[in-house]
Nanobody, 115 residues
């Protein structure tokens, strides 16, 4: 059974930082593209950042220069370091793992940026 478990969300003031983690189990992780997506209240889920098995990264324009995605294959983990957070970064952040036959999602972790 494939599981993706996110952690690290919370309440942070504008300008602050958070580090999200996602741990995968039940699936071969190292050969997969993994990523972070977010869903703001009343809006669709959108891409934040992805990282391929070879380490190539892709970011939404809104987070470039502020967020960094990384992976640790030995721990079946992917991380999202978020700096200079803004209120518009608020939402539920989901981890996603891509396989040729389907996409797997975690349950999400809430990030709230507010003073």
């Amino acid at each position: 059974q494939v599981q993706l478990v996110e952690s690290g969300g919370g309440l942070v003031q504008p300008g602050g930082s958070l580090r999200l983690s996602c741990a995968a189990s039940g699936v071969l992780f190292s050969d997969s593209t993994v990523g972070w997506y977010r869903q703001a209240p009343g809006k669709q889920r959108t891409l934040v950042a992805t990282i391929t098995s070879g380490g190539n990264t892709n970011y939404a324009d809104s987070v470039k220069g502020r967020f960094t995605i990384s992976r640790e294959n030995a721990k079946n983990a992917v991380y999202l370091q978020m700096n200079s957070l803004k209120p518009e970064d608020t939402g539920v952040y989901y981890c996603r793992l891509d396989k040729p036959w389907r996409v797997y999602w975690g349950q999400g972790t809430q990030v709230t940026v507010s003073s």
